[in-house]
């Protein structure tokens, strides 16, 4: 069998970065400011794909959870052995049982989940957190009320995807895959504020903001 080489998965992880930027301006900031959020020993990387997140989060014991078997063999070659890749699905409502964690991020991932989904999502992140813990998002979030998400990047996107379906090593992983499409939600900071909330989150903020991106952050007090 065909190994998925150190160098290839790197170079895929990064043409996967440029690929999503359309998706999500002004990226690296808002990954940024996920990664100062998620202090604390034991983080997650929710919906973490190639491992953009992840990587950043140096000074945790890392996680990275996505359903997706070409992401995760691409993660766990890329990201080597300080990052514990698991294949789960956010989907399913028992994906946290027996889970523990100081931080949970996620990143251009939980529009995927409809609005019904995501309020439940939240309530299961919030239980997954030890008491103190954080939970940091970042997505668009328009001011504006809900949008669609638009083509911007989605030739490109296809493209990645078909490099790498076409790529040796990653065959058994792509008969795997099942497409369950995507939700494209993406109301406001102020929506997700008041889901964080209702799921039983103390505080919660709107930590940075530009234009239509936004991270929001919620703590678990008790």
């Not at 294949?87 to 409502?93: E, Q, T």
């Not at 990143?107 to 939970?135: D, K, M, N, Q, S």
């Amino acid at each position: 069998m065909t190994q998925l080489s150190r160098a290839d998965a790197e170079e895929l992880r990064r043409s996967w970065d440029v690929r999503q930027e359309p998706f999500l301006p002004h990226r690296d900031e808002a990954f940024a400011v996920l990664a100062d959020a998620a202090t604390g020993r034991r983080a997650l990387d929710l919906a973490g794909g190639t491992g953009t997140i992840a990587s950043r989060l140096v000074n945790a014991e890392v996680t990275l959870l996505d359903v997706d078997p070409v992401l995760l063999a691409v993660a766990r070659v890329a990201l080597g052995d300080r990052v514990e890749v698991v294949a789960a699905d956010l989907g399913a409502p028992g994906w946290g049982v027996g889970l523990e964690f100081d931080a949970v991020v996620a990143g251009t991932a939980l529009h995927c989940f409809g609005p019904g989904r995501l309020r439940a999502l939240y309530a299961e992140i919030h239980a997954v957190l030890a008491p103190g813990g954080v939970f940091a998002n970042a997505d668009r979030m328009p001011e504006g009320g809900p949008v669609a998400s638009g083509d911007d990047g989605l030739a490109g996107w296809h493209e990645w995807w078909a490099k790498a379906l076409a790529h040796p090593a990653l065959a058994e992983a792509a008969r795997g895959r099942v497409d369950g499409g995507s939700a494209d939600f993406y109301p406001p900071a102020s929506w997700h504020l008041e889901a964080l909330r209702a799921a039983g989150f103390d505080e919660v903020e709107v930590r940075w903001r530009r234009e239509g991106t936004a991270v929001v952050v919620a703590r678990r007090t008790r």
